[in-house]
């Protein structure tokens, strides 16, 4: 097959060209069915831009909400650390057992 980019000759078998690296062989993430051109499946129909644009911003939502875990027990650390002197350390080191039994 000749990419339609740089006009290099590639094995049929390839996904990529060998030389420029331009998709030639696209996959659908739904069917798993193979095709020389993008856009949407020849089988099932999926537009693959938009299931790409889908998975993206879930893939972005989770990493917030991974962020924003964190932070809260960043906020939580601290908090413990700063009424260690009122509770004698208790309330700290029950937020570090607490901490180690979480799943």
Known sequence: MQCPKCGVDNPDTVQFCTR????????CPKCWHQQ????SCERCGLNFAVFWQVALERQREEDARVELDRLKGRGSMLLQILLAPFTGGRSLIGFFVSMFRRP
Not at 21 to 27: A, F, G, V, Y
Not at 36 to 39: F, Q, T, V
């Open 20 to 27: 420029c690296h331009e998709t030639l062989l696209w996959k």
């Open 36 to 39: 020389r051109h993008g856009g």
